[in-house]
């Protein structure tokens, strides 16, 4: 079993920052690409920013500048600093991990409970 533990959601005013954090526990081989997608009400669910094993990352052009996503490999675990807050910003924030269980399995598609961010005044 596999768990995505995620922290650190709230409400916050326009302007303000964040900082999500991601902790996987479980039967974890290794951790391929870690990343945040988030869903607004209404909306379908979209990627926000994802970092790869060596450290390559990837951001939605709204976040680009404001955003930055890190990873703690010895801790199995994924950051997302938040900066300059915006209200369209407001969304459910899921964490996602790829990973694999064992050496010659295969790779395994997680996801985190989900973490709301609220951003207004």
């Known amino acids: 079993q596999v768990q995505l533990v995620e922290s650190g959601g709230g409400l916050v005013q326009p302007g303000g920052s964040l900082r999500l954090s991601c902790a996987a526990s479980?039967?974890?081989?290794?951790?391929?690409?870690m990343g945040w997608y988030r869903q607004a009400p209404g909306k379908q669910r979209e990627l926000v920013a994802a970092?790869?094993?060596?450290?390559?990352?990837n951001y939605a052009d709204s976040v680009k500048g404001r955003f930055t996503i890190s990873r703690d490999n010895a801790k199995n675990t994924v950051y997302l600093q938040m900066n300059s807050l915006k209200p369209e910003d407001t969304a459910v924030y899921y964490c996602?991990?790829?990973?694999?269980?064992?050496?010659?399995?295969?790779?395994?598609?997680?996801w985190g409970q989900g973490t709301q961010v609220t951003v207004s005044s």
């Open positions: 479980g039967s974890i081989f290794s951790i391929n690409a």
């Open positions: 996602n991990t790829k990973l694999k269980r064992s050496g010659w399995g295969p790779e395994y598609n997680y």
């Open positions: 970092i790869t094993s060596g450290g390559t990352t």
